[in-house]
């Protein structure tokens, strides 16, 4: 289960990683910053959860991270 898991993540994140690096080739440096910023802040949120060993509010974070990324990434 948890080897799944991991080839999942991996594929998942260099599909983003890929789609992160296009997306800031295509919009001006302003732009880049405060996606960047707001990228880093989802992060921080996630982890947060993680570190209090909050369950719902990292499993809601992430999905917050995951629908926002589809609609920030759109090239």
Do not use: Y
């Amino acid at each position: 289960g948890n080897q799944v898991a991991v080839i999942v993540t991996d594929v998942l994140g260099s599909v983003e990683q890929q789609t992160l690096l296009k997306k800031m080739l295509t919009i001006s440096g302003a732009d880049r910053w405060a996606l960047a910023s707001r990228i880093l802040e989802r992060h921080r949120e996630i982890l947060s959860a993680i570190r209090q060993q909050d369950a719902d509010s990292a499993r809601r974070a992430m999905l917050e991270h995951t629908r926002a990324a589809g609609q920030d990434l759109k090239v």
